[in-house]
């Protein structure tokens, strides 16, 4: 039950990134993307991760699509089908993009699976997880994060 689940937000998230890229209407596009987002949310809820999934909804889909409509009301774009001519650029990127999703797919289907180490589920301390292990084991990469985030607010 839970490969159908994971196949089903698999797939939207897949059609929904392609249609963010290929629609013309900007607006349209953050609507996809904003189905992608609550998507990826619920990828996160069947991955056990609640916390994260409540935060991606909140920031992600709350704040920085908003903030990402409010521009393009702001500035009154029509449809722009200026980089829709650009297919030559994005089959120069996407070619070998693609070469190395197959690669990676042929040698994920060779390799056996390692079993990775899940975290304590039915204890129902997710939030106290991440704490833990954000302010003990990757204590320096958040505080050179904060700083960079820092750098950017006030640039």
């Keep these: 039950m839970e490969q159908l689940f994971f196949g089903y937000f698999a797939g939207v998230i897949v059609l929904t990134a392609i249609l963010v890229v290929a629609?013309?209407?900007p607006i349209y596009s953050a609507l996809s993307l904003l189905i992608l987002f609550f998507h990826v949310a619920g990828l996160y809820v069947t991955l056990h991760a609640e916390f994260l999934a409540a935060v991606q909804i909140i920031v992600y889909a709350g704040a920085i699509l908003v903030l990402y409509?409010?521009?393009v009301m702001l500035l009154n774009l029509k449809q722009d089908d200026s980089y829709h001519s650009q297919w030559r650029?994005?089959?120069?990127?996407?070619a070998p993009l693609l070469i190395e999703f197959v690669a990676l797919i042929a040698r994920g289907m060779a390799a056996a699976p390692a079993e990775a180490p899940r975290p304590d589920i039915e204890s129902g301390e997710n939030t106290l997880a991440i704490g833990e292990t954000l302010?003990?084991?990757y204590l320096f990469p958040f505080e050179v994060a904060s700083l960079i985030?820092?750098?950017?607010?006030?640039?």
């Design 23 to 25: 629609l013309r209407n």
């Design 69 to 71: 409509l409010f521009v």
């Design 89 to 94: 650029a994005a089959a120069f990127v996407g």
């Design 135 to 137: 302010f003990s084991t």
């Design 149 to 155: 985030l820092l750098v950017a607010m006030i640039g």
